[in-house]
Each structure stands twice: as C-alpha cells, then as structure tokens.
C-alpha cells in the first residue's frame, strides 16, 4: 500500500469527517458565546461555564467509557455515539433557558468523550504500523478542519441568525456523518479490551504519564484564553458577526495548515520533537499577544504561530502516546483525551474566573506561564522515554 493520503483506507476519511463534526459541536460554544449570553440573559463567565462543564464530563468520561465499550464492534460505537451527539445537540438548539441549556450540553458531550478516543484506538487496526503516525494524525486533521470550517460558521451563524440554528447545523452534521460512518466502517474492529494489567503498565509508565501531562497543560494554557475569544476581540477590537468568524477562519485555516504539515513531517522529525515545535508556535504567540491589541491585522499576524501548533500538537501528541506503547494505545489515547478536556475545563473555569474579576486582559500571561510549563515538562518526558529505552537494552 502506498503511504499517500489517497491510499489511506475509505474508512479513515469517514472518522477524519467525524472529527470534524465532534470538533465543530465543541467548539460551537466558543463561537456563539457572546450571543448565548445576551441571548440567554446570563454572563460570559456563566455562558463559559457551559465549556468547563462539557470539558469536565468528556474528561472524566473518556477513560470510563474506554473500559465499558472495550467489547464493542467499532462500526456500530462509532455510529451510535453520533447519532447520541445529533438529537442531544438538536435538543440543546431547542432548550428554553440555561438552565435547561447546561444539563443538555453535558449529555451532548459524552460523544466526543466517546468517538475520539475510539476512533484514534481504531488506526492501528485498520493501517500497516509504518503508516500508523500518519494516520492518526490524519484522523485529527478533522479537528483542525472545524477550526477552519465549523467554528467560523457557527460564529457567522450565531452572529447573524442566533446560536440555536448553529447548534441545529452541528445536529444535521452529526446524523449524516452517523451514516457515513456505518458505510465505511467495516466489521469486527474491536481494539483489545483494556484489562486490569494494562491500566496498572499506563498508569506505572513515567514517559507515558509525563507525556499525557503535557496534554493537560497544553489544553490548560490555551483554553484559558481560546475559551474567550469572542468577548475577547469584541472588548480590544469591536470584532462580531462577520468579522469575528473571519478571525476564526483565519486561525482556522493555519491550524489546518499546521496539521498537514505534522502529517507530513512527524515520522521524519519524531513525535517527541514535533511536540515541542508546536508548543514553541503557542508560546511565540502569546509572548508577542499584546502586539495584538494595536489592530485586527496585528492580532491576525500574532494568531499565526499559536494556530500553526495548536491542532498540531494535539496530534503529536496522540502519535507520541502509540509510538511509545502500540500496545497500550487504548488506554492512553483515553487517557490522553480526558488530559485534554480536562485541561480545556481548568483554563475555561480560570479565564472565566478571571474575566469575572475584570481581568480579561491578563488572560494571555496565565496562558503563556503553563505552556513554558508544558515544554518543560515534554522534555522531561523524551528524557524519560530515553532512559526507559536504555534500561531495556540494557
């Protein structure tokens, strides 16, 4: 088989697409935030916490539901678990208050916690190993896709015909990609089952754990201030409807391009190194983000780096997790998804802390004093999967 996008097999092109649309539903929030709380008659911080609340769930959720679906036919988890995600969504669109709203949400997002992880599992089963790097990377790409695509939409669409008719898109999308899914899939993809022993060699691996840390904290410095995007260019820049989702596109379309580029490159460079060059990307923009407040094209030219590694490092670091353990790879593509919906909901609850006590403008140095955490610690990790490799040469 050659080791070219186009002869990657059918069925990775129906979970990349699903990415997409789990990518799109979390992060419809972000996108429509300004106009769920005027909309909805409840504060940024409150409408934020509908981003902590969904990210504690998947965080939580991603592990246990590894275990409980370990038996299932990946063709029909996959397919149900986005049908789950288009009437819970739909039912979120129809929702009458928030406090009816939060609940819903919380429900909707046990199919991320779910599809992600399993669809990741599901490459090793369904590619040679050589190309297995490259194809959970580009599964992710669908990821990267909802920055460029979804979050833009859904912010014109909630800027212009209200947030609920963007979640009723994100609905539709779920049910076609369901379908798609249930097309392409084949049959008998069932990962093995996560057993007693391989928790206990995930969680007694110190590479494995420092590397799922980085995670967290990567998700943690940029969603404390990615969370407030939308109030944040609306305070500094007067930016809404239109002109906010052509930042997003902007931002978007150079995480798609970041994303590619670690497809292409990760098996050169190795994952461990790919790591840190996208951390170093976030952190270059965050260094350079008062820059930003001087006008839309500076703070457009300030995004570039941080959108070049923020879906790249997601998928560094996914491949980084199964290339130092094929073997573990389910539990620690769960446990990497959980560090970051975990993160994602500490830097949401912490930006909205802060911007409740009048403190938006600051959100930018939190974040960059936890990703120069988060390149420290990934190098830690190399250093400790090099001992590890050392000692079992030895």
């Not at 990657?8 to 539903?25: D, E, Q």
């Not at 965080?59 to 370990?70: D, E, I, K, T």
Request: charge should be positive; aromatic fraction near 10%; include cysteine.
């Amino acid at each position: 088989m050659s080791t070219s996008t186009s002869a990657l097999p059918r069925a990775l092109w129906a979970l990349m697409v699903g990415n997409f649309v789990i990518g799109t539903g979390v992060m419809v929030v972000p996108g429509t935030l300004n106009d769920i709380s005027q909309s909805l008659g409840v504060s940024i911080p409150q409408a934020g916490q509908l981003i902590t609340a969904a990210a504690i769930l998947m965080g939580l959720g991603a592990p246990a539901f590894a275990s409980l679906v370990a038996g299932w036919d990946r063709r029909r988890l996959l397919t149900i678990s986005l049908l789950w995600y288009g009437l819970l969504t739909a039912a979120c669109a129809l929702a009458p208050s928030y406090a009816s709203l939060l609940p819903l949400r919380v429900l909707a997002v046990i199919s991320p916690a779910v599809f992600t992880p399993q669809a990741a599992a599901c490459v090793g089963l369904l590619v040679r190993p050589d190309q297995r790097g490259r194809a959970i990377t580009f599964v992710f790409l669908g990821w990267s896709v909802a920055s460029v695509m979804g979050m833009p939409l859904s912010a014109w669409i909630g800027g212009t015909l209200g947030w609920r008719w963007a979640f009723g898109l994100v609905a539709l999308m779920s049910l076609a990609s369901a379908a798609w899914v249930w097309r392409e899939m084949p049959d008998g993809i069932k990962p093995a089952a996560l057993s007693r022993q391989a928790w206990q060699a995930t969680l007694g691996s110190a590479p494995l754990m420092l590397a799922v840390g980085v995670t967290l904290l990567s998700a943690f410095g940029q969603f404390t201030l990615f969370s407030y995007f939308a109030p944040y260019f609306f305070q500094t820049l007067g930016l809404g409807g239109g002109a906010l989702s052509l930042m997003f596109l902007w931002f978007g379309a150079f995480g798609l391009a970041g994303n590619v580029g670690m497809s292409r490159w990760i098996d050169r460079i190795g994952s461990a190194r790919a790591v840190l060059i996208s951390l170093g990307l976030i952190v270059l923009s965050l260094l350079l983000w008062p820059l930003g407040q001087g006008g839309v094209w500076q703070q457009a030219l300030v995004l570039v780096p941080w959108a070049l590694g923020c879906f790249a490092v997601n998928s560094a670091q996914q491949a980084r997790l199964v290339h130092i353990s094929p073997a573990l790879a389910p539990a620690t593509v769960a446990l990497n998804t959980s560090a970051m919906y975990g993160g994602q909901a500490m830097g949401a609850a912490l930006g909205g802390l802060m911007i409740a006590q009048g403190r938006m403008l600051s959100l930018n140095q939190v974040g960059l004093a936890v990703l120069v955490l988060a390149m420290a610690l990934s190098v830690w990790a190399a250093r400790a999967q090099s001992g590890s490799l050392s000692q079992k040469r030895s």
